[in-house]
């Protein structure tokens, strides 16, 4: 099993900065593949980011690219999501997730199994 806990939203102006941290504990940390994914208030939850094993491979929701920066720290067992330039429509509540994955490879349609409780972002205009 693994257990994970979001940390670091909050309020933030629009075009401002959050950093979120996922914090990952179970599970052997570097065998799992790791996900950001959010949630706005009646709309469906939509993927942002995920990032491979090792972090060798990372990819992006279309809608985040150039602005937000997936990373880990395997022995820290933590991720992170650097988020600049935030737009009032990312305000929502943000879920890291994962995936146990043998491979050190990314498949984006994957099925995440384990999900964190969730941390709200909120971007004032």
């Known amino acids: 099993q693994v257990h994970l806990v979001e940390s670091g939203g909050g309020l933030v102006q629009a075009r401002g900065s959050l950093r979120l941290s996922c914090a990952v504990s179970?599970?052997?940390?570097?065998?799992?593949?790791m996900g950001w994914f959010r949630q706005a208030p009646g709309k469906a939850r939509e993927f942002v980011a995920a990032?491979?094993?090792?972090?060798?491979?990372?990819y992006y929701g279309d809608s985040v690219k150039g602005r937000f920066t997936i990373a880990r720290d395997n022995a820290k067992n933590t991720m992170y999501l650097q988020m600049n330039s935030l737009k009032p429509e990312e305000t929502g509540v943000y879920y890291c997730a994962g995936y146990y994955s043998a491979y050190d490879v990314l498949a984006p349609a994957a099925k995440y199994d384990y999900w964190g409780q969730g941390t709200q972002v909120t971007v004032s205009s």
């Open positions: 990032i491979s094993r090792t972090g060798s491979s990372t």
């Open positions: 179970g599970r052997t940390f570097s065998s799992v593949v």
